[in-house]
């Protein structure tokens, strides 16, 4: 069972440059979301998509943008990144918003110099 | 803004005592969850516990809600060298059941 796949695993991008992490979820599940981790931070919601078709902002959504391609993709893009875009990102799964239990991906080490 | 927030943010032991790790909020929620964290990896779902429960237990877990002091705790009896990770609390309430995750506790089992 593959569960949550994020794509790269790890990307190294100059400042000004653009990139989009895939993530692919196989357990037909509704809901989907991007969260970043930082040092002394926890866990921050980026975006998230509560069902196909529809996308929300979470905490930190400035510089970011997503699409729903379908219900097994949700995709993540930096437009132009910042170094303060440095981070670990997450995509998660679950089967609906706030009330099962979310299934995340191993993450993408991002660094922006 | 972070819901939850765990206490303490480190503990150390050794292998074959029990861990405990807190988790405080601040608003009225719908259901709490704890996740933990290996170095490097995503993270993974241990326990959900709803707002009308007060204790659930999964193995050697046992997870305690007082929503009169909007607080939660985690215990792990009997630990082991590979419990050693990060562990989460997420709150997840208001009308658009997100869920907000604090920024960890930092467990390590020492051999």
């Known amino acids: 069972n593959a569960g949550v796949t994020q794509t790269p695993k790890f990307q190294v991008l100059k400042t000004g440059q653009s990139m989009t992490l895939q993530c692919a979820q196989d357990?037909?599940?509704?809901?989907m979301y991007w969260y970043r981790q930082d040092p002394g931070m926890g866990l921050r919601l980026i975006y998230y998509s509560a069902s196909e078709g529809t996308t929300d902002k979470g905490e930190v959504p400035n510089g970011y943008n997503v699409s729903r391609l379908n219900k097994r993709e949700f995709s993540l893009r930096l437009e132009s990144a910042a170094p303060s875009q440095t981070s670990v990102y997450f995509c998660a799964s679950s089967e609906a918003t706030g009330v099962s239990p979310l299934h995340f991906g191993n993450g993408t080490r991002l660094t922006v110099t | 803004s972070q819901q939850g927030e765990e206490d303490p943010q480190a503990l150390s032991i050794q292998e074959g005592e029990n861990a405990t790790m807190n988790c405080s909020y601040k608003t009225s929620i719908n259901n709490l969850q704890w996740y933990r964290q290996n170095s490097g990896r995503g993270l993974v779902h241990l326990i959900l516990i709803r707002s009308n429960e007060r204790e659930k237990h999964s193995g050697r877990l046992r997870v305690t809600l007082d929503t009169s002091k909007k607080s939660s705790s985690l215990l792990i009896t009997a630990s082991r060298a590979a419990d050693t990770a990060s562990y989460f609390c997420?709150?997840?309430?208001?009308?658009?059941?997100?869920?907000?995750f604090g920024k960890g506790t930092l467990l390590t089992v020492n051999p």
């Open positions: 997420a709150t997840s309430g208001g009308s658009n059941y997100k869920l907000t």
């Open positions: 357990m037909n599940h509704n809901s």
